[in-house]
Nanobody, 119 residues
Framework: QVQLVEAGGGLVQTGGSLRLSCAAS????????MAWFRQAPGKEREFVAR????????YYSDSVKGRFTISRDNAKNTVYLQMNSLKPEDTAVYYC????????????WGQGTQVTVSS
């Protein structure tokens, strides 16, 4: 069982930055592919970014590529999402998720953290 707790959301102006973190419980964190998703009001949840178990491979949605950076620290059981050049359309609840199957399915989800970008 893995518990995920996100932090770092908030209100920021267009063009600003935020850094989200997701702390995981348990001693098996390094065996999971980790990802960030987001869900805006009235929209379906969408994939944002994914990082491999070692942290060496990352993948981004086109909408955030070049602006967001996903990383992980396996010693701290934590995954991060650095968000720069934020836009109003980035406003959403952001969720971290853990996959035992390299991203095909996600087994554990956090409770989410709200990010609001004002114009």
């Amino acid at each position: 069982q893995v518990q995920l707790v996100e932090a770092g959301g908030g209100l920021v102006q267009t063009g600003g930055s935020l850094r989200l973190s997701c702390a995981a419980s348990g001693r098996t964190f390094s065996t999971y592919t980790m990802a960030w998703f987001r869900q805006a009001p009235g929209k379906e949840r969408e994939f944002v970014a994914r990082v491999s178990r070692s942290g060496s491979i990352t993948y981004y949605s086109d909408s955030v590529k070049g602006r967001f950076t996903i990383s992980r620290d396996n010693a701290k059981n934590t995954v991060y999402l650095q968000m720069n050049s934020l836009k109003p359309e980035d406003t959403a609840v952001y969720y971290c998720a853990a996959s035992a199957t390299t991203g095909r399915e996600y087994d554990y989800w956090g409770q989410g953290t709200q990010v609001t970008v004002s114009s």
